[in-house]
């Protein structure tokens, strides 16, 4: 059994962005071992596909975490959408409920990183390979929720936060941020010898489009409609169109309901 994750923990203040701040330091060496970076604004933040994810200590919680890997990113697949669930079990703890509460108030995943209540989006993730060395390779995963409200400069259209389903005095910066590392240690020891096999049917009944109507975008065009059959044992969206199923990487496309 491979050892549990004990990470080192930084801070900061102000940071453009939690990750590359990460990426950063694994590049000249600073940091050299599993790391969690908790920052209280983030003025240039970004999410998947170029999109700024901006955030204040007042309504959010914003950290990165670096962890070395010793497997193939292709047996890694997956992992960024098991990420999603762990999350949400790391808020269920810091708030004294279970997951299936949350799953019962709305909470939900959209593929392939976004954390929803409802048709509002209250989180995303973003996954980021770094190699500081030929032999040595990290992930860095970067997590953004909205808390109390949305920022008043956020993005993102029909954005919603974890207190439109929870109490506000359960909404803990630091809490919450200790519970979802507790839960990320156990992902990196779920996937140090297994795979995505052992959450693919939890993560497609969490699925915010499961078995509806649905459009692959890419850089703002529909390249393809279909029925969302959920994910398979790698993580790639299966896709009933009308030629037959189409399995989708993530890559720079997204998902949306059909209107």
Not at 96 to 121: F, M, T, V
Request: glycine share 8%; net charge neutral.
């Amino acid at each position: 059994m491979p050892m549990r994750t004990n990470w080192q923990i930084q801070h900061l203040a102000t940071s453009p962005s939690s990750n590359d701040a990460l990426a950063h330091g694994l590049r000249n060496q600073s940091i050299n071992q599993a790391t969690a970076l908790l920052v209280d604004e983030q003025t240039a933040g970004k999410g998947r596909m170029g999109r700024s994810w901006l955030s204040d200590p007042h309504t959010s919680l914003t950290f990165s975490v670096a962890h070395p890997i010793y497997r193939s990113f292709a047996e890694l697949s997956g992992l960024s959408l098991a990420c999603g669930l762990k999350i949400w079990q790391g808020i269920a703890k810091a708030c004294s409920i279970s997951k299936e509460e949350l799953y019962a108030r709305g909470c939900r995943l959209k593929w392939p990183n976004d954390l929803y209540i409802h048709n509002q989006k209250v989180g995303g993730i973003l996954i980021e390979a770094v190699s500081p060395q030929a032999n040595q390779h990290w992930l860095v995963i970067g997590i953004g929720l909205n808390l109390l409200g949305t920022p008043q400069h956020s993005s993102i259209n029909q954005a919603g936060s974890l207190s439109d389903i929870l109490d506000p005095r359960y909404l803990v910066r630091e809490n919450l941020f200790r519970a979802i590392l507790d839960e990320l240690a156990d992902l990196f020891q779920d996937f140090a010898q297994g795979d995505f096999s052992q959450f693919q049917a939890e993560w497609n009944r969490w699925h915010l489009f499961q078995n509806l109507e649905c459009q692959i975008v890419q850089e703002g065009q529909v390249i393809d409609t279909g029925i969302a059959l959920g994910v398979d044992t790698q993580g790639q969206l299966e896709l009933k169109t009308s030629t037959g199923i189409r399995k989708i990487m993530a890559g720079d496309v997204s998902l949306r309901k059909q209107a």
